[in-house]
């Protein structure tokens, strides 16, 4: 297996089954969050789509990554889990295929995020609802805590999107 180098190596499953590449967001200010249908962190879908809806049109995108491996909270198929992002929240932005984020099945563009952002406790993702802020370089940049809620990152992606 070739080693993924930078984010843009990564392609990925969207929840749709087409393939979707990290490349297609070069230039663009990322936000990728592990998510969860029934966790208490999943109404921050809503706060997660008013910053797409905010910044879209300055270079700004949400990636989604659903994922089961905090307290089973995302059990359901991609059909499941489009009624809860699509139907229940309304979102508009990508929602990729579950994917594991920790342990050995761990998805590599996981692996790659929590190696350059580490967080306090180690490279391990805690909860649903951790979030990496990327450059538009493709660089990360910063992790946050499934406690932060979306309004709370808003100045560093209005930073982020004042950079050339």
Partial sequence: MIEKTELY???LPLLNGKDCCLRDFAGQVLL????ASLCGFTPQYQGLQALYERYRER???VLAFPCNQFGHQEPGNADAIGDVCYGRFA???PVFAK???NGPGAEPLFD???TALPGWLGPRIKWNFTKFLIDRSGKPRRRYSPRVSPQKIAPAIEALLQRP
Avoid: E
Avoid at 32 to 35: E, P, R, S
């Fill in 32 to 35: 990728i969050v592990n998510t």
């Fill in 59 to 61: 270079g700004f995108t």
């Fill in 99 to 101: 994917v594991d984020v």
């Fill in 9 to 11: 190596d990564f392609c």
């Fill in 112 to 114: 790659y995020l929590k």
């Fill in 91 to 93: 979102v508009s932005f």
